[in-house]
Each structure stands twice: as C-alpha cells, then as structure tokens.
C-alpha cells in the first residue's frame, strides 16, 4: 500500500529550502512505493533564478511528489480570504519568489506527475517565468504573478491547470500564458492589468489543440496565437468576434473588484457577467481558489463568487 | 553565503542530482534544519563574500525551453569538484563537521563547468 511522507518545509522544519525537499525524494518513488509531499510554510526567495527544480525521480500515477502548504500556511487558509484582494500577496500566505536575472521560480519541466497546490508564486524580474510543468502534472488552486514574456507554461497533453490566478504585469509582452500539446486548462483566469499594454495573445500554444473551459482570458491584442486552436468550453474574453464557446466581456470593474496594477485585485463583484456562466465541473473544479465549494453553478474563471451575507456568515463559522 | 551540495550521485539518470551539485545557496548564518546538517549525502559549506556571479553559475541548468528530451537535462551546469579543495576527505563518508567553512577563493577555483 502506497505510504504518503509528509515533510515539513520552513525554518525549523524537517527542511528549510524547497530544493533540499526535492533533492531528498528517494530515487524512486515507484519502488519505495510513496507520495513525497512537501508542506511549505512562510516566504521563499532567491536571487539565483530558479528556487526549485523537479527532475530524476521515477513515478507513476499513484506515487508522485506533491508540493503544497502546511494547514493554515496558504492564502486560502486566511481568515479574510473572502476579503482579501485576489493577488500575489505574502502577507496572505505561503508564497516563493524569484528575483534572479534568468530562470524560472519553479521548474518542473523534466519531471513527470508532479502535483502542486495552494502556492503563490512569483517572479519579479523580466527573464523569469513564474512555473513551467513537464507531463501529466496537476496545478490546482495557486496564484502566479511575473513580469516575464510568459508567466506559466503548461506543456504537455496529460497536464491540467486548474483553478488558478495567472496575472502578467510586464507591459507590452506577447502572452500571459504558454498552453501547449492538448493540455487542459480549467477555470483558470488569464489577465494582464488594464493600465498595462496588452500583451500581443493572451495565450499562446503550439501543437495540439488545448481544451479549456471556464476560463476568463482578458487583455491581449488576441485571444490566441499557435498551434492547433483551442476547444473553448464557456470562456470569457474582451475581443470582438470571440471564437465559438467564448462569450465577449468588457473588462473592467463591472467584472472584477479592480483590474489597474497597483490595486489589482481579481475577485469577481456581484453582477459580474461571469457569474454564473460557467459549465459545472465536479471532476476538475469542485472548489474554487479560495476553497469555496462551486456547488450547481459555476462562475468562469478561478474566482466563485459568494454574496457579501454568504461571507458574513463564513466569518461568524470561523468563530 | 552558506550552500548545501550534495556529495553522493543520488542515481545513475542524467537528470538526478550528482556528487558536487548545488542544491541551495542561502545567506549567511542560514538556521539549517536537523536533516540538511546530519544527512550524510549532503555537506554545508560557508563562504564569505562569494561572487555572486559564482552563486549564478552553480546554481544554473539548462533553460528550460532548451530542447533536451525528458531525462537528458542535468541538474546543474556547474558542480564543485571536491578534488580541488584542501581536505577533500570531508566531502566523502560519514559527515564530520556540520558546517565547512571555506575561503571564495577555494571555492571559487572549484568550481568547474560540466561537460
């Protein structure tokens, strides 16, 4: 029977770096027969480009590494989740950073079946992309941010990206998001700020055509640009003539609480056109980014909106 | 800055860590966690005032839009070749002291560019 090992990644943990956490999975996870979890706590940072790299362990579907946050230690285990600015904040919880002048914040392009949760990531210079994923990984739940050409790449057709904030804020870029060779991508929210120049697509891709549904994909001169066209499934985007499966929006503060850089803050707003207007997913998006149960209805993008007495009430079950 | 490496191979693949490999450069005075100080296929090494572009370079790999098939990518770029270095007996067996000090120079003329 296949053993979950949990380790602990924070100062006074069983580890204190995230890469010291990987380096110390076994060789094989198939032969020890485990899950290698690592549960981060606290702020990561570096200056050397990329803070983790996942690569030559063997896995399988059932024994895999496994990022993700201590109890209590992610922005959506914040009391004030439900208030909070929906952005890349470390003082909302678990979060890693790179400044370094090349790289990516977290690599997992030569590891398969890596699953990573309930993070934010960040890259703060131009030449870092925030997270690139190798085959048959699963990103659910995290906040990534970067100033770079793209902020994420999901490159693989067994990959999913899935309830997660992906938000580019270098101006005048080509895309927010890399989305390549028939992966999936489901109720994730794709936007560069309104007071920035818009990126040249809002995704790219090449190869197989990617399926996506649910997805809010706003402010880019396009909506896609490479590969195969994407299968689009109650998405949302600002362009005219919007693809079939994509409902056009204006984007601004009629759909999120702020979309201007500064204060950016990607919560849907009640009476937000997106609202509602997603395709139930119980397999994929069960629970939005903040943990919310989606239920019968489900909105587009990573946000599921819940009324201001709904949070009131949340608060007081806090108590 | 204070590095933990990796002494032993941790397994045959290209893309597994290997003996002289950076695994993290933290700052000086980093509280080390009980396993990163007593696991023995690791060692810590201090060094004062290390050029960053030396951190860089041991901390590098591939880009990772380099077109390398899946298990082909090295870890690092750059590894410390113990061999260098003026006691490379610490760097092999049972750990003996928790934390190495060395000068940038020694470390610095260790480091070498893989193949």
Known sequence: ?319 | MEFLIRVVDKGVAMDCSKRGDVISACSDGWAWSAEELNNDYWRIISVLGILQSAVDAAMSSAPPDAVIPLGQRKRRNWMIDFLLLPDPSLFSGARTLPIISLTKNQVQGALVKKP
């Open chain 1, 1 to 319: 029977m296949t053993t979950t090992i949990t380790k602990t990644i924070k100062a006074g943990g069983d580890y204190t770096t995230l890469q010291a956490w990987e380096d110390a999975t076994p060789v094989s996870l198939v032969a020890v027969d485990q899950i290698w979890q690592g549960q981060a706590s606290g702020a990561f940072s570096g200056a050397s480009g990329t803070l983790l790299t996942f690569s030559g362990t063997t896995v399988d579907s059932t024994r895999y590494q496994e990022l993700t946050t201590e109890a209590g230690a992610s922005f959506r285990d914040n009391a004030n989740v439900q208030t909070n600015a929906l952005r890349w904040n470390s003082a909302n919880g678990c979060s890693i950073t790179s400044s370094g002048s090349y790289g990516t914040t977290i690599n997992a392009s030569g590891q398969a079946q890596v699953r990573f949760s309930k993070l934010q990531v960040e890259a703060t210079t131009s030449k870092t992309t925030c997270f690139i994923t190798g085959p048959t990984s699963d990103i659910d739940g995290c906040i990534f941010e970067a100033a770079k050409t793209k902020v994420v790449e999901i490159n693989a057709s067994t990959s999913i990206l899935r309830n997660c904030l992906v938000v580019q804020r270098r101006t005048a870029v080509t895309e927010c998001a890399k989305l390549s060779y028939g992966c999936t991508v489901v109720n994730c929210t794709f936007v560069t700020p309104n007071d920035l120049t818009k990126p040249a697509e809002v995704i790219t891709g090449a190869g197989a055509s990617v399926t996506t549904k649910n997805c809010a994909m706003f402010w880019g001169t396009a909506l896609q640009a490479g590969g195969s066209a994407p299968t689009y499934t109650t998405c949302g985007n600002d362009n005219g003539t919007p693809p079939s499966g994509v409902t056009q929006f204006t984007y601004d503060t009629s759909l999120f609480q702020n979309v201007s850089d500064a204060t950016r803050d990607y919560r849907l707003l009640s009476g937000s056109g997106l609202i509602g207007a997603g395709t139930v997913d119980a397999t994929n998006a069960p629970t939005d980014i903040a943990g919310t149960t989606r239920g019968a209805s489900n909105d587009i993008g990573c946000w599921q909106f819940v009324s201001a007495a709904a949070v009131v009430l949340m608060g007081q079950a806090c108590l």
